[in-house]
């Protein structure tokens, strides 16, 4: 999809962070976007926010095919058709503990938003684009668990691993059929270094009731990304923010030159890439995740929270 002046995008999550950067990002090239979001007063902050007309904002539910399908139906008859979907909505748990002990309903929230939530609009969106034979989906993960997993870190990179694989194989089919409709994985990276300041970070903020855990103290938001700025500071470094308009850009980037892999590349993640493939290859321990790192929190740390 080389021009993209006019078409229409779905983004899930976006009413913050990587979501709403990326809904930006298409409104600079000329489309229509429609941002979706399950808390609403964010959704509603960021269309005023971003302040034009060819952008609109819908309450969605990823874990809710109807819910995908209603955001889908008001895509079209504000703008009459859909190009491109982001399925960018995702959770940090906040699980406490060792990934033995982590609650069952952790794991369902997850596996629910970022997992299913993804294969629910693929399955809403994606028969639509390939019987038009025009569009492309983009689906976030990370290079947490998309390349190699934060082991500290036990659910997150599980749903993004899955993610991941489940774009290769879209990717794969799209291709086996003829289709010209397009898929890419997108990395949120930046050209210009430092932390991504996201909502991701907020684990367990906006958890539905039915993923309690069943004690309220137990279901309370911490804000990880202080916590590692904290941890930088005590050891004499500092976290730079980057800006999330890079990411927007390496989406759109993605979809114009038909990019699979979307993300910057980083000669650190790459040596973990290696090291993973060679464990792979040559049978070894996974020695490559043992490696210390003040992004993640130990599991002592994590049972304090």
Not at 136 to 165: D, E, L
Not at 225 to 238: D, F, M, P, S
Not at 275 to 280: K, L
């Amino acid at each position: 999809m080389k021009d993209l002046v006019g078409r229409v995008a779905v983004v899930t999550g976006g009413g913050g962070g990587i979501g709403k950067a990326i809904g930006e990002a298409f409104l600079a090239e000329g489309m229509k976007v429609v941002l979706a979001d399950i808390v609403e007063d964010q959704l509603g902050d960021a269309v005023k926010d971003i302040g034009s007309d060819d952008v609109i904002g819908v309450a969605t539910d990823v874990t809710s095919v109807d819910s995908l399908c209603a955001t889908r139906d008001a895509a079209i008859e504000r703008f009459g058709g859909v190009h491109v979907i982001v399925n960018n909505a995702g959770v940090g748990s906040g699980a406490k503990g060792q990934l033995w002990e982590h609650h069952l309903n952790d794991w369902k929230w997850s596996l629910d938003v970022n997992v299913l939530g993804v294969i629910n609009g693929m399955n809403v969106f994606v028969p639509a684009l390939v019987a038009q034979n025009e569009g492309h989906v983009v689906n976030t993960s990370s290079g947490n668990g998309g390349y190699t997993p934060m082991a500290s870190s036990g659910i997150y990179p599980v749903t993004k691993a899955a993610v991941t694989t489940l774009t290769e194989c879209l990717w794969g089919q799209l291709r086996e059929s003829g289709s010209n409709v397009g898929a890419s994985i997108l990395f949120p990276s930046t050209r210009t270094p430092g932390v991504m300041a996201t909502g991701i970070w907020k684990a367990g903020a906006n958890r539905p009731t039915r993923y309690s855990r069943g004690d309220p103290s137990d279901d309370q938001v911490q804000d990880a990304l202080a916590g590692y700025i904290a941890r930088a500071k005590a050891a004499g470094e500092e976290v730079p923010i980057a800006p999330l308009s890079e990411v927007g850009e390496l989406c759109v980037e993605a979809i114009r030159d038909d990019v699979f892999w979307a993300t910057v590349p980083m000669e650190r993640q790459n040596d973990k890439l290696r090291a993973r493939t060679d464990s792979q290859i040559h049978r070894t321990p996974p020695d490559y995740l043992l490696e210390p790192t003040l992004m993640a929190k130990s599991a002592e740390e994590r049972e304090k929270d």
